[in-house]
């Protein structure tokens, strides 16, 4: 009896232990270290509107425009007769620190100048990338660069001509890229584009659907999503690399695609990155706090197509990967004590690939699925494993997509033997 008792006892010590437990783990998230203040309420907000511009100065000499797509650039100023001043504001005041800027500069007579970048609401982060068409582009030469952390501001010694350069924050990754990109690869027969709705300005969610699966088939289901934050280029580069490999002519992207359905959303955010954004939707929300309330067209329309995969008796999903970019590489899976299926599959991916590229710097930190990010939901909705994929900022471009696409082949074998253990 007294045995019995104390076994009474250590269970409801254990209850109540699991209980708070549970309770300090739900507790209700209201952003994260970085965040602004009330990021997860994601009603439609106001945002600055940002004027399309070409501003001249030094008596017509040099110029500067923001006219294009993915630009950011608020104002122009000469300060003294070798120093100018590019303002950058951003969408909302308050916003993450991702102060992104784009525009074109020249000048009527060849000229060296010093152009200081000043952020309204930010401090300076991103190195300057320079490119003569748009397309090709270099990163500033350190020599020619310096920053002042005190005032967050940084300034560029540049060479100008009557050949507007560009000046980017990262190189430009907007929507005639993506169109081109999706539209090579769904020349390719498994290959099916499509789109699941619309941004607040009337631009396509675009979806592709990759698979060579005999119809009938029961199948895995991966899902990728990509760009839910305008600067985060170096994820939109991992983004294609991986689903490249992904598409590849391969003996094992074949086998993989007979297995598994890949339903990738690499653009998100269209308007966020056509308007030059440091964060927000085009309404000014982080499309990343949105996946309890769905209050906003773009995360809406992915989660109304991916939905039906609930009832779907013939899929089952096993992964989900959502693409970004911080300071540093660091994947963010849900912690091991949630049970997830696979059950902790991100630690064996990311075991696998720390043994590939023992030099490569890649940092992992879990968190429990409180949040309402993507992989959270997609965790929540489909029981399925899900991370979160950052990219650094600075990441060598090369070895990046040496390390992403192996990084998917490592997935699509791990993912065909967890699918033959079912
Ligand atoms: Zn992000």
Redesign the pocket.
Known sequence: MRITNKILHALTVFCLLISFLGCSTSEEFSGYSYDPEGVTETSDKETNPQYTRIIGVDDGNIWVSNDFSGARMSDFYQVNDSLYRVTIKPERNEINNSPWYAFQIWSTRPDTIDLQLTYEHGEHRYLPKLSKNGNDWQPIDSTSFSTDSANGTATLTLNLKEEPLWVSAQELFTWNKYKSWLDSLSQQSFITPDTVGFSHKKRPIMKLTISEAEPHKSLGVMIITGR??PP?VT?ALGTEAFINELSSDTDLARDFRKNFEIWAYPFANPDGVQQGHWRYNARGVDL?RDWENFNQPETRAIRDDLLPLKDDSLRQIYYGIDF??TDENIFYPINREVETFPDNFTYQWIDSLKQEFPDYPIEVEPFPPNSPITKNWIYHTFGADAVTYEISDNAPRDSMRTVTRKSARIIMQQLLNEEKKQ
């Open positions: 839910l934050h985060e994820g990343n970004h970019s």
